[in-house]
């Protein structure tokens, strides 16, 4: 009875065994599911980031190690290769994750630079046509003052002479009509 007995609990602890083996292999599957839903996020994220969460998936597959070495002690060398393979696994697809969040955020930074130096030249090439147009513009309004200048002093010059032609011929006809006035003939030389 006693052989009956150590079977059936050989075989309990078997069974307890495999049914651990099963949720530490879960639990990997859930650590690497977890691992690759935050890839997509830690691509925009710094460097840092990623490192931490790496650690974390590697301190949750040394977690599972160092859980599967305790069974490995109470159970057998079954569970041992089962969690050895569950850690390998987490390991590989933190690693994976991690070389292609690198390759993402590397991806990433040069487009940036890329677009940014565009920015640049575009800004560049703006400020000297910018300029241009502005030399442009500073050079017609130079041309056309200097235009209207000329203009206005022979409009100004005109209007003179016809003011002090006018204030002589107003002056004649007072000395005149006060008898004052001389010969019309001198009147006009003084005039020319």
Partial sequence: MASQDQSYRAGEAKGQA???????????RETADAVKGHAQESKDKTGSYLSEKTDQAKDKASGAAHSAQQSKDQTGSYLSDKAGQAKDRAGETAEYTKDRAQESKDQTGGF?????NQAKDMAGQTAGAAKEKAGATAQWAGDTANAGKEKTGGVLQATGEQVRNMAMGAADAVKNTLGMGGNNEDAAKNRD
């Fill in 18 to 28: 495999q049914e651990k083996t099963n949720q530490m292999l879960d639990q990997g």
């Fill in 112 to 116: 940036l630079s890329e677009k940014a």
